[in-house]
């Protein structure tokens, strides 16, 4: 969208003399978002930030963030996409391990139920356990405390957190920052490169507003004091 309104005043003021230069920038600019390596190479930072989890190690308990819901045409609530592909994988692995999953979400709705209500509804697990009321990664990772506590849980054990890929640093960082030890889901095992990475594609652009919002967030944390420099210190 800068590039969109900076089209727009170059449109306005009309100055023939910079607006065939400056749109030949734009277009550049615009040519390497839409580049799907390009991508990658932006977005690899924020799938990284924590350990990656192996098979193998000592887990306590799988934690899922939930991404979202949304109400149909029949006033019914359902979890958004990125919902389902979290809450689907945390459950798969817990099963596994044979540990409890904890689904962390509120309600981000003014009528609707809470995220992580929505979400558990896809899955069955008879060693669930969910929390209601953040509206945010912070809020999740502030009221996880008590969801421990009261599931004579300890804090200080390892937990697997299962989240988006690109959600990864900004997850790990806020779990860190409050003394958590994390374990993050390794996606990358999963990817394959091929040459259409260096094919423009038109979905490059959404990956990359995904970025920008990732990278705009993990500011407004450290602004906030959701982040702190500490966790370098565990």
Known sequence: MPLVWL??????FNNKQWSYLFFKIVFFIMLIISVPLFINMITYPLSQGGDIYYKEDNISAVIVLTGGSYKDFNSNWHPSSNSIKRTILGDSIAKELNIPLIIL??????DGPAE???????IKNN????E????????????????LFKNNLDPHDHYLVVTSEIHNLRTSLTFKSHNYRVKTYDYKTNTRFSLLNIIPNAKSYTFFNN????YLGII???????INFNIFDL
């Open 7 to 12: 089209m727009l005043v170059i449109i306005l």
């Open 105 to 110: 979400g509120g309600n981000n709705n003014l």
């Open 116 to 122: 992580s209500l929505i979400a558990s509804k896809i």
């Open 127 to 130: 060693n669930m356990i969910l």
């Open 132 to 147: 209601l009321d953040s509206k945010n990664t912070y809020q999740a990772v502030y009221n996880l405390y008590n969801i």
């Open 211 to 214: 970025a920008l919002y990732e």
């Open 220 to 226: 407004k944390y450290i602004l906030y004091g959701y």
